[in-house]
């Protein structure tokens, strides 16, 4: 997949389960605790989770597009370009003096600086951190993720040549979504057009076979690789997926469609049909649900 959506790191976490048979949540935690996979703003300028060795080279390519709109808000917020050189600085600091740290601990020390932290100029400040190369999100805490610094947890930062890094990302990005098209890509990765039209010929082809049925967590990258999802949701149902506000709801797809949602609450798994189910598709979604209650933790394995 290279890159997992992360603004909800449970969600995150259940996009791996759904890919990798007999995984934990505990064992991904474990994962971004000790530097394998880190959390960013990168693709789309949302916080992605992907391996370490892949981090520097996504924030090359994408974090340009993203330093204006970034700029821009802190306008908006108050927050002066001096007072977001101030910030950077200091994060950078207590990072390197003190290790891990949470966005509140951070807020914390640059109020005390005299930086204007309140209403979203915190988050645009982590943000110009992470799209300086300065910070990126690693160890969890109480299942909240702390901030590190950059160059401790992924080494020193090397030379990035940018053609070859946008074949990469095409590579990569066919070898989850194929089939697909230059704008699918675009709309993926927050890539100009021009770059995403260096996918390779061949890109548009016969569908895969439909996976069995699943149950996908919120923001999964299967219905957000491409940039028209009505091959997997039915537009009958559109809304009651991505009701709007940036949300998309947990799914349960049978034959590459979404048939349902879900929810999990106090350990526990509630479908909930767009339509009666056939008896063996509601018997594997059965299955998914306990298998989603043990790499939560609440059953044994």
Not at 265 to 276: I, L, N, Y
Not at 281 to 291: F, K, N, S
Not at 294 to 300: A, I, L, P, S, T
Request: hydrophobic residues 45%.
């Amino acid at each position: 997949m290279l890159a997992v959506q992360a603004q909800d790191l449970r969600a995150a976490r259940l996009a791996i389960r759904a890919r990798t048979p007999g995984v934990t949540a505990a064992e991904v935690d474990r994962l971004l605790t000790d530097g394998s996979l880190v959390v960013g703003w990168l693709l789309r300028g949302t916080l992605h989770l992907v391996p370490a060795e892949d981090y520097r080279w996504l924030l090359t390519l994408t974090a340009p597009t993203r330093l204006a709109t970034n700029r821009r808000r802190l306008g908006q917020e108050g927050v002066s370009p001096d007072d977001a050189e101030r910030a950077v600085a200091t994060i950078e600091r207590h990072l390197a003096d003190e290790g891990p740290l949470t966005r509140g601990e951070l807020a914390t020390r640059l109020a005390a600086e005299g930086i204007r932290t309140e209403g979203q100029a915190m988050h645009h400040l982590l943000v110009l951190a992470a799209l300086r190369g300065v910070a990126v999100l690693g160890p969890v805490r109480d299942d909240r993720q702390a901030f590190v610094l950059a160059r401790d947890w992924l080494g020193p930062p090397k030379p990035v040549d940018r053609d070859a890094a946008v074949a990469e990302l095409g590579r990569r990005y066919l070898a989850a979504h194929a089939p697909a098209a230059p704008a699918d890509l675009a709309r993926w990765s927050g890539l100009a057009l021009r770059d995403a039209r260096r996918l390779p010929a061949g890109s548009l082809g016969p569908p895969p076979v439909a996976p069995p049925p699943r149950l996908l967590g919120a923001f999964d990258p299967y219905l957000l690789g491409w940039k028209d999802r009505s091959f997997a949701v039915p537009a009958e149902h559109a809304r009651r997926v991505h009701p709007g506000g940036g949300v998309l709801r947990a799914v349960a797809t049978v034959d590459g469609v979404v048939a349902g949602t879900w929810t999990l609450r106090r350990g526990e798994v509630r479908v909930e049909p767009f339509a009666t189910l056939e008896p063996e598709d509601e018997a594997a979604l059965a299955v998914e649900a306990g298998d989603v209650a043990r790499f939560e933790g609440n059953v044994e394995p």
